[in-house]
């Protein structure tokens, strides 16, 4: 079935570095979609990005959809401690649009 | 926007026992319920999806007998894990859609699950 692959697994950054975390296929996707789960919480949605070569912004993070549709990512600028938790990136692979999602990315900041 | 709840937020059943978990949209109907299941620091993996009226359709490798789902209103969807084992403790999150408009899908809460 579908597979999302997500790197890197862990990153360490001090408070105000840049962070950025990758998604891979192996096939082209429909959409791309990214969410954000804090410790003991549930997943969030953050964006959904539909066309080939899309940039959105929202305030310090940047999102890109591949020109192929088939990568992603999500880079953090001048990261904050509200920023800890874990981003997933989630493409649409199960019966009726349920989601895979990658393994996600655990954002750790030391201040 | 959407609000989608869980209910109980956490459970602690013993082996062998059954336990329902209940998901409702809030404030929309949805047609489609998701179920996944997260074991901890790992990612969401999809059990199921959840059709209001119809049968379940289940992932590959996800027992329909022991993962008993039932979508019997457009706001109400439940998964009742039977014989539980400790095996089966993780977070049990589900997920609605809005029948219209984007794709984006709205989390529950989530339950812990610990059987003991």
């Known amino acids: 079935g579908q597979q999302v692959m997500q790197i890197p697994q862990y990153q360490h950054v001090q408070e105000g570095e840049d962070f950025t975390t990758y998604c891979n296929s192996s096939t082209t996707l429909s959409n791309i979609q990214w969410y954000k789960q804090r410790p003991g919480g549930h997943p969030v949605f953050l964006i959904q990005?539909?066309?080939?070569?899309e940039v959105k912004k929202q305030k310090r993070l940047t999102f890109q959809f591949g020109e192929a549709k088939k990568n992603s990512s999500l880079h953090i600028t001048a990261t904050q401690t509200t920023d800890v938790g874990t981003y997933f990136c989630?493409?649409?692979?199960?019966?009726?649009?349920?989601?895979?999602f990658g393994k996600g990315t655990h954002l750790i900041i030391q201040p | 926007g959407a609000v989608v709840s869980q209910h109980p937020s956490r459970v602690i059943c013993k082996s062998g026992t059954s336990v329902k978990i209940e998901c409702r949209s809030l404030d929309f109907q949805a047609t489609t319920m998701f179920w996944y299941r997260q074991f901890p620091k790992q990612s969401l993996m999809l059990m199921a999806t959840?059709?209001?009226?119809?049968?379940?359709?289940?992932e590959q490798g996800v027992e329909k007998d022991k993962f008993l789902i039932n979508h019997a209103s457009l706001t109400l969807s439940t998964l009742t894990v039977t014989s539980a084992h400790p095996e089966d403790s993780s977070f049990y999150i589900c997920?609605?859609?809005?029948?219209?408009?984007?794709?984006?899908?709205?989390f529950g809460p989530g339950t812990r699950l610990t059987v003991t």
């Open positions: 959840s059709n209001e009226g119809s049968k379940a359709t289940y």
């Open positions: 989630a493409a649409p692979g199960g019966g009726a649009d349920g989601l895979t």
């Open positions: 990005l539909v066309k080939s070569g």
């Open positions: 997920s609605a859609r809005t029948p219209v408009g984007s794709r984006e899908q709205y």
